[in-house]
């Protein structure tokens, strides 16, 4: 059975955030770099869209994080944190944060994107130009980097896709080349 069938066995077809039924997606939530039903929640349109940056943030639409932040799921409960700090300057959010708890583990996850700090005390990552780097871009090698511990060397104009950034580290991204998952700095690459 895929994940994709998973998750919409544990929702039953319902978008794990407001409940829709309708345009359904796997969505995995960063850092993480594998799809598994442990990572990944069932997301409708209308919440992936926002979530990713694509449309305005509603914050009307996210009122159903009310009923959504108290699922057994933890994936579901750390998207809810991540969107629930987004709109925290609402008010209301922040009561709901207030009650809201999350064991030691899953609030490191769900810290891990820095949703709960302000836009000045985010970490931003840039590749050599200068341009914004976010999870899952696509970057090029800019030159030939020998890789710490192995006998590889990831060659110039390898293309590295679905990166992940370090949340602690703006110079630092991972991504895999040739099957293998390395840390990149990102003075060497350049986003496509």
């Known amino acids: 059975m895929s994940v994709l069938q998973m998750l919409q066995d544990r929702s039953n077809n319902t978008c794990e955030l407001c409940t829709s039924t309708h345009d359904l997606y796997q969505y995995t939530i ?7 039903v442990a990572n ?3 997301v409708c349109k209308t919440c992936l869209d926002q979530i990713n940056g694509d449309t305005e943030m509603d914050p009307n639409h996210w009122r159903c994080l009310n009923d959504s932040m108290w699922t057994e799921h933890v994936a579901v409960q750390i998207m809810a944190w991540r969107m629930l700090q987004r709109l925290r300057n609402e008010g209301w959010p922040k009561d709901l944060l207030d009650m809201m708890y999350l064991d030691d583990e899953a609030l490191a996850l769900a810290r891990a994107t820095g949703e709960d700090k302000d836009e000045s005390e985010k970490i ?3 590749d050599i130009n200068g341009v ?4 899952g871009d696509s970057v090029v ?4 980097l020998k890789v710490k511990g192995s006998s590889m060397v990831a060659k110039q104009g390898t293309a590295v896709r679905n990166i992940r ?3 602690e580290n703006a110079e630092y991204i991972e991504g895999k080349v040739d099957g293998q998952q390395i840390v990149i700095i990102t003075k060497y690459v350049k986003k496509t």
């Open 132 to 135: 914004i780097l976010e999870n």
């Open 141 to 144: 090698l800019v030159k030939d």
């Open 165 to 167: 950034l370090d949340h």
């Open 124 to 126: 931003i990552h840039r």
């Open 40 to 42: 990944d929640v069932l």
């Open 30 to 36: 960063p850092p993480s770099l594998n799809e598994n």
